[in-house]
Structures are given as structure tokens and as C-alpha cells.
């Protein structure tokens, strides 16, 4: 790095053979210079982007389905009654698809927020689930489902967005940017 800086220092001072005076600008982070769009996407998350914003839609399609009584109502795989869905279900289904929604924009838009977003969810069903459960608001089988489910997906999507090598570092060029 000295070299360079040295040899654009000498070469500053040189004039071309029309007269003017050779001036070479600094050199500037190249990782910062690289654009969100020029930067390979990892196949998974594109995949991921695409079924969080369907499953976006889905969550508030499924309130709507809900309030108008149509269809079973189901919650951990178990049928409930649809009061109980309303009341129990319907708002962690709420803000888990504003979630999704906002993980699938970050996601497209290639933000480094996103994959936060995205955790946050799983975290989410975890804690909704127990608080529930302490409370014996939630079946016991609903309960331990809900916080195995979240338990295993987001150790899948932690080590996906975290640790797989192509992907963590996707989001720091991200980040820096």
C-alpha cells in the first residue's frame, strides 16, 4: 500500500506530452464502491424472498378466511374453535406477516436488516408460544410444537444466514455498503 501511494504521489507530479499535468485521484474502498445490484445474489435467498412475500399475503389472507368462518381453523395441527383462533393465533399471524412482508422487501431490495428481520420471526413464535403456554392460554401439545417448530427452523435459518460462508458474506458486502 505505501508502494502505491508513493507511485501515485511521483506520478501526480508528471506532465503528459500535451502539456498538462497527469493527476491520478485516490484510490477509494472497493468494497464499498460495489453496487447491491452488481453483487451475485445467493439462489437461496432469492428463493426465500419470493415464499416470504407469498406467505406474507397468505397470513392475512387466513385472518380474512377466519373472520369470515371459512374453512377449519387449525393451530398447531390440532383443529380449534374459531373464537379461540381469532383470539389465540390470529395476532401472532398478524405481526408475523408484517414480518415476513418486511423480511421479503429487505430481502429484494437486498438490505443488510433483512436477515434480523427474518430471525426475528422465529424468535417470535418462540416466545409467543411460551408466554402463552405459562399462562395456560395455549394446549400443552400446541405449545411444545409451536417452540419446536420455531426451535428447528430458526436453527436452520440462523445457520443459513449466519454461518453458511457465501451468505454471511453477501450480507457483510451489504452491510458496508
Not at 13 to 39: C, F, K, W, Y
Not at 71 to 89: C, D
Not at 132 to 140: C, F, I, K, Q, W
Not at 151 to 167: D, E, I, R
Request: hydrophobic fraction near 50%; charge should be positive; glycine fraction near 8%.
Amino acid at each position: 500500500m505505501r508502494k502505491r501511494s508513493r507511485l501515485r504521489t511521483h506520478l501526480n507530479g508528471l506532465v503528459t506530452r500535451h502539456g498538462e499535468r497527469l493527476s491520478i485521484p485516490p484510490q477509494r474502498n472497493v468494497v464499498a464502491q460495489i453496487e447491491p445490484h452488481d453483487m451475485k445474489q445467493p439462489l437461496g435467498i432469492r428463493i426465500l424472498s419470493f415464499f416470504a412475500a407469498f406467505a406474507s399475503v397468505g397470513m392475512f389472507v387466513s385472518i380474512a378466511l377466519a373472520i369470515a368462518d371459512i374453512g377449519p381453523h387449525l393451530m398447531g395441527g390440532e383443529k380449534v374453535t374459531r373464537s379461540e383462533w381469532l383470539h389465540i393465533a390470529a395476532p401472532l399471524v398478524a405481526v408475523m406477516g408484517c414480518l415476513m412482508g418486511s423480511s421479503a422487501y429487505g430481502l429484494i431490495t437486498r438490505k443488510a436488516w433483512s436477515r434480523h428481520i427474518t430471525m426475528a420471526i422465529f424468535v417470535l413464535i418462540i416466545v409467543y408460544a411460551s408466554a402463552l403456554g405459562a399462562l395456560n392460554v395455549l394446549r400443552e401439545t400446541i405449545m411444545w410444537r409451536a417452540i419446536a417448530n420455531g426451535s428447528l427452523f430458526g436453527c436452520a435459518t440462523a445457520w443459513y444466514f449466519y454461518f453458511k460462508p457465501n451468505v454471511a458474506e453477501y450480507f457483510r458486502k451489504l452491510a458496508v455498503r
